[in-house]
């Protein structure tokens, strides 16, 4: 049994640019939960997805945005970044829709903004 | 707004003592609540879970505990090991939602 698998590791981007960060859930898992890991602070809540749609966004702009695909891998976009976007951005997969079981991170994606 | 915080940013233990980490949630509607540990470059890892109708919960080596009157969690870890030096966070969920509100974080140093 795979766990969660999230590429790239680490991404250097400009302001203004644009990124897309990958997510490969858990064998089993149909949901997929993605959050931002400021330097020295826990985990915020971006969104979650479950069957390909949005389920439950936390305090993130429309600039933030994400998919989910038929084998539940999941995409998490960035458009016109900012230098307060830099963050380690982790991915969750679980086996439901709820996140009080069986709630599996991935290493995350390194983003760094210059 | 809600909040989870943990009461102190750094803890300095000896190796082979018992360690206590301590957090306080603001959210009584929550009914599930998690310790994670975040090595270095890594992701939380699940350490230990317990739900709002449970006051304390043992695993291998560490121990949970909920006191919902004052909305208070704790992590103690006995003998405390070098591999257990991380940043140690609690998170908390309720409602059957797929949203964990996470704390700031708690650092642990183990000292050989």
């Known amino acids: 049994e795979t766990g969660v698998t999230q590429s790239p590791t680490h991404l250097i981007k400009t302001r203004g640019q644009q990124v897309t960060l990958r997510c490969s859930s858990q064998?089993?898992?149909?949901?997929v939960s993605w959050y931002q890991q400021a330097l020295g602070q826990g985990p915020q809540f971006i969104f979650q997805?479950?069957?390909?749609?949005?389920?439950g966004r936390g305090n993130f702009p429309p600039r933030f945005s994400g998919l989910q695909f038929p084998n539940y891998s999941s995409e998490l976009n960035v458009n016109a970044l900012e230098l307060d976007d830099s963050a380690l951005y982790l991915c969750a997969s679980s086996p439901t829709l709820w996140a009080n079981y069986g709630y599996t991170f991935g290493s995350g994606t390194r983003l760094t903004v210059v | 707004g809600e909040s989870v915080g943990l009461h102190l940013p750094t803890l300095s233990v000896q190796e082979g003592d018992n360690s206590i980490i301590n957090c306080a949630y603001s959210n009584s509607a929550s009914d599930y609540f998690i310790w994670y540990k975040q090595e270095s470059g890594k992701g939380p890892q699940f350490i230990i879970d317990?739900?709002?109708?449970?006051d304390k919960r043992q695993g291998q080596r560490v121990t949970v505990l909920l006191n919902k009157t004052v909305k208070h969690l704790s992590l103690q870890i006995a003998a405390t090991q070098p591999g257990d030096s991380a940043v140690y966070f609690c998170?908390?969920?309720?409602?059957?939602?797929?949203?964990?509100?996470f704390g700031q974080g708690t650092t642990l140093q183990v000292k050989p």
């Open positions: 998170a908390e969920t309720g409602g059957n939602t797929g949203k964990l509100i």
């Open positions: 997805y479950y069957r390909e749609e949005e389920n």
């Open positions: 317990i739900r709002s109708n449970m």
């Open positions: 064998s089993g898992h149909n949901t």
